[in-house]
């Protein structure tokens, strides 16, 4: 649970959170309460911690916008028990929320900076949480030793999205994806009988590049 300093900060975004319909899920919000957003930025940022915004942390990189979280996150419908794979850990919040969700099974995340690798791991494991995997690498390559995916949550901005996760996407799976340039949109795919279905799409997303192979050269 979060400490009694953030407490006030955190009921207050949740709030501003559910008002503006990006908190719709009594689960998600529970990952919310337990999972602290403070415990996963760089200490300049701590102030800041419970905003409704982006934080830089390191390597010209964001700890995502809590309500871009918990959109991305609701849209993904995670079950206990399922296998997810991350592409972007960043500092680990994302990464500790699908934790929290999928309870009995397992986060494969996928981050390019060792740095960055570095600092979500060391986050996660002072939280206890030990079902999660960080593997320093290509994201846009995504994971193979683990597919399929039940699902899997792109935290980067995608000209279009890397073949081979969509590959690596189990039948029924579900990927998330910012797809664009300068802005994008916020897509949500379902591989049903090999075919790739777009289930939602909603637009004015502003994410890093995802870089690598199939991404930004």
């Not at 794979?85 to 960043?90: A, F, N």
Request: hydrophobic share 35%; net charge neutral.
């Amino acid at each position: 649970m979060i400490e009694k300093k953030y407490r006030t900060a955190l009921n207050d975004l949740i709030i501003y959170l559910k008002k503006s319909r990006f908190l719709n899920d009594s689960k998600v919000e529970s990952a919310f309460q337990n999972i602290p957003r403070h415990e996963f930025v760089v200490p300049s940022e701590l102030d800041r911690a419970y905003y409704n915004e982006p934080l830089s942390i390191m390597n010209n990189q964001t700890i995502s916008q809590p309500g871009v979280v918990s959109r991305m996150t609701e849209w993904l419908d995670i079950k206990d028990g399922q296998k997810i794979l991350e592409i972007g850990t960043g500092s680990g919040w994302q990464t500790a929320i699908l934790s929290y969700l999928v309870r009995n099974g397992t986060v494969h995340s996928v981050e390019r900076h060792p740095e960055l690798a570095k600092f979500a791991r060391k986050n996660l494991e002072k939280l206890g949480i030990d079902n999660t995997h960080v593997i320093l690498g290509d994201g846009s390559l995504g994971y193979p030793e683990e597919s399929p995916y039940d699902r899997i949550i792109i935290t980067a901005a995608c000209t279009k999205i890397p073949q081979p996760l969509l590959e690596q996407l189990g039948e029924n799976g579900l990927i998330i994806a910012p797809v664009g340039d300068s802005s994008q949109s916020l897509i949500l795919l379902k591989k049903t009988s090999g075919k790739i279905v777009e289930i939602k799409n909603e637009s004015n997303y502003v994410f890093v590049p995802l870089l690598g192979k199939f991404g930004k050269k």
